[in-house]
């Protein structure tokens, strides 16, 4: 069964038990219910370390969810992040964590992801990635973004998206004077045009 639409996408729906159906009891069913196959996604984030941008506890132990949106303006719904164990804590500070989700739509190009949070614990995200079958997306948090649902505290969510083509070719010189390197350096940088 196809089903189209008078703008993209077009659909396949799939009758994958290959299950009869007759308006006779004998025969078969008399209904069928059929859905899309399911989009993967894979989605990977990092949670700022402990004491990053002055707070002692980035990480959060509330619902976190995200939204997968296109470059031709298709989204996913809003999909909750759940670790694949009951065992696993997720979002503590400095922590990468990878979630599988599921949707009925293909977003196709990936354009960007929105995360939003469930409760009133704050959560430091500091990068993510999103990865499809046919895209991937890597996005950083350069303004440091904190979630929280109390208003008061910080915005709920935060979309971050691609950025543009361009391409930049940066160095960094550390100096050759003693204890100048670092082990442990957290580093930003943004570039802007003119």
């Not at 069964?1 to 308006?23: C, E, G, M, Q, V």
């Not at 069928?32 to 996604?41: E, F, N, S």
């Not at 499809?132 to 950083?140: A, E, G």
């Amino acid at each position: 069964l196809d089903i189209s639409s008078p703008s993209p996408p077009k659909y396949r729906f799939i009758n994958a038990d290959h299950t009869l159906i007759s308006s006779g009891w004998f025969e078969g069913k008399s209904s069928l219910k059929m859905c899309r196959p399911k989009q993967q996604y894979v989605i990977t984030t990092k949670t700022a370390p402990k004491y990053a941008y002055g707070h002692t506890a980035p990480g959060t132990n509330d619902n976190v969810y995200a939204t997968v949106i296109g470059k031709k303006g298709i989204s996913t719904n809003r999909m909750k992040l759940v670790p694949s164990s009951i065992f696993y804590d997720p979002f503590t500070a400095g922590a990468t964590d990878t979630f599988t989700v599921e949707d009925y739509f293909d977003v196709g190009a990936i354009a960007c992801v929105q995360f939003d949070i469930g409760g009133n614990d704050a959560w430091i995200l500091d990068r993510a990635e999103v990865q499809s079958p046919s895209d991937k997306l890597n996005v950083y948090s350069t303004e440091r973004v904190l979630l929280s649902a109390d208003s008061s505290e910080a915005p709920s969510f935060a979309k971050l998206c691609r950025a543009g083509a361009a391409g930049y070719d940066v160095r960094v010189k550390t100096s050759d004077d003693n204890d100048s390197g670092s082990n442990k350096i957290f580093v930003r940088m943004e570039i802007e045009g003119l």
